[in-house]
Each structure stands twice: as structure tokens, then as C-alpha cells.
């Protein structure tokens, strides 16, 4: 599934050049702000859902390194990370025993739900993001396509969710709404958040 577009939605998935995005921010936590208290502040860490895929998990980081992510961006579009705008890769390194390997975010919704559940994997490629003027996590949309097409009508948006999702093991995760900003998680465990970075 992965290179699947959602037209107008998630437009731009992969599909870059092998180490495109080759420059790396300085590291940092990405922190849940929500209007539920037990979740507002909370810090996201990767968890395990499968052979080197991992999922960002609500319950914090596991390990010292879990929840230090890094974002991966290029100079020939952006002179420093921080800026508005910049569209790049959110990273994490994997560790293993004798091997430190890369792995960008990447979003494959699956066609059944409008719930997808954003993986860390080692690829060259990913989902494309930015940071907003208040370092708010966002996708942005290009095309509208709640409109006659094509509709340029560029737009950052920021459907992120706490779920409790199954990528592999149950746990509670963020996830991604497929569709407008106005889209409804079929996932009734779905708590609305916003995704800040906080540099460490
Ligand atoms: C991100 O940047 C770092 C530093 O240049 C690089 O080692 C890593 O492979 C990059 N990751 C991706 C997915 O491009
Ligand atoms: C960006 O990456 C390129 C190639 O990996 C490197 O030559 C350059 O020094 C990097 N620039 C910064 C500001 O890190
Ligand atoms: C969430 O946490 C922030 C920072 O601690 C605080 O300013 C805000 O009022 C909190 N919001 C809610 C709904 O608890
Ligand atoms: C707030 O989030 C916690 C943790 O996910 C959950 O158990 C609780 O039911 C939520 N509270 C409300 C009012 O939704
Ligand atoms: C997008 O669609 C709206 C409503 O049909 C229209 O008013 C607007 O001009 C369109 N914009 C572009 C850039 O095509
Ligand atoms: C960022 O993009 C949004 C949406 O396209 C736009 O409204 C805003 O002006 C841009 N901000 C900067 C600083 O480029």
C-alpha cells in the first residue's frame, strides 16, 4: 500500500530521491497538547509493532532514547530546520545490537478505516511534514479536492489523534484522520490532540 494517495489529503507520500532529506534538526520530544488532562503534556515514544516498525505511543518514552526524534530536511530548500514551512522527514533512529538504521514516519492508511496509524521503518523516504509558527506538527494539503479539481488551495493540517490502535500490538498511539480537517475518526477511542515539538 505504501505510494498510496488519498487524493488531495495525503498527497506528496514518498516518492522522494534515496537521502533527499539528508540534513537533521537538532533532537527533540514531541509532547501531546490536548483539552483531556491525563493526556495534555504527555510526552510520545516509540513503541514496537513489528521487525524494526515502530509506533509513536502515548505512554512515554520506554528507554532514555525512545522519544528523541529528529527532523531531516535539505538545504536546497531550507537554510535551518526551524523555519515555517519546511517540509522534511520526522526521524528516529533505530539502534540494534551492532547497527544504527534511520526510520522516517511514514502513513499508509489502510482502505477500511479513516484511522491511520502513523510507523517509524527504515526507508529513504516517508510521510512529508512541517512544523507550524508554533512548532505544531502538520501535513499539508495541496490540492482540495472537496472542490472541483485541480484546486490548488494549499493548507497545513493537523488530524492528529490518541487512539487506541492495532498496527501490530494494542496500544494507544497517535494516528492520523484520513480526509478533511473536519473528518471524523471512526475509531471511537480516538481523543483529538495536537502534536508540539519541544527541542531538548
Ligand atoms: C537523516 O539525516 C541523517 C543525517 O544526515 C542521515 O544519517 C539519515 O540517513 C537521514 N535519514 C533519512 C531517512 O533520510
Ligand atoms: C546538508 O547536507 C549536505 C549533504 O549531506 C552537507 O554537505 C551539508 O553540509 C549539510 N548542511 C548543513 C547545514 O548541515
Ligand atoms: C495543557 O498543558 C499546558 C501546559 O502545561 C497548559 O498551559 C494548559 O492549560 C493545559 N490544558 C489543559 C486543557 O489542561
Ligand atoms: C482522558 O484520557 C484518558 C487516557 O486516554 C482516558 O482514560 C479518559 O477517559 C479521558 N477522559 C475524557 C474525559 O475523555
Ligand atoms: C477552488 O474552488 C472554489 C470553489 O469552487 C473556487 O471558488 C476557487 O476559485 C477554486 N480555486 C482554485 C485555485 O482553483
Ligand atoms: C505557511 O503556509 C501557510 C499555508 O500555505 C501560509 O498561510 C503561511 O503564510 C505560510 N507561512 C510562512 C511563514 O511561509
Not at 509493532?49 to 526524534?69: H, M, Q, R
Not at 494494542?170 to 481523543?191: D, F, I, R, S
Request: charge should be negative; hydrophobic fraction near 35%.
Amino acid at each position: 500500500m505504501r505510494g498510496t494517495i488519498i487524493a488531495g489529503t495525503l498527497a506528496f507520500v514518498a516518492a522522494v530521491n534515496a537521502q533527499y532529506y539528508s540534513n537533521q534538526s537538532a533532537p527533540f520530544n514531541l509532547v501531546l497538547s490536548s483539552k483531556n488532562s491525563t493526556l495534555n503534556g504527555s510526552t510520545l515514544g516509540s513503541c514496537h509493532e513489528g521487525a524494526a516498525i515502530e509506533g509513536l505511543c502515548v505512554a512515554g518514552p520506554l528507554n532514555i532514547d525512545s522519544g528523541k526524534y529528529t527532523f531531516n530536511y535539505t538545504t536546497t530548500q531550507a537554510t535551518e530546520p526551524t523555519g515555517v514551512n519546511v517540509t522534511g522527514l520526522l526521524t528516529w533512529l533505530l539502534v540494534g545490537g551492532n547497527f544504527e538504521v534511520s526510520s522516517p514516519m511514514q502513513l499508509d492508511p489502510v482502505p477500511t478505516s479513516n484511522v491511520a496509524v502513523p510507523l517509524l521503518q527504515p526507508s529513504e523516504s516517508g510521510q512529508l511534514v512541517s512544523f507550524d509558527a508554533h512548532n505544531k506538527l502538520v501535513i499539508t494539503r495541496y490540492l482540495d479536492d472537496t472542490k472541483p479539481l485541480p484546486n490548488y488551495s494549499s493548507k497545513p493540517l493537523s488530524n492528529w489523534y490518541a487512539c487506541t490502535t492495532y498496527a501490530g500490538y494494542l496500544y494507544q498511539t497517535l494516528a492520523w484522520v484520513v480526509g478533511t480537517e473536519h473528518a471524523k475518526p471512526q475509531n471511537p477511542t480516538c481523543q483529538k490532540v495536537e502534536v508540539i515539538r519541544v527541542f531538548i
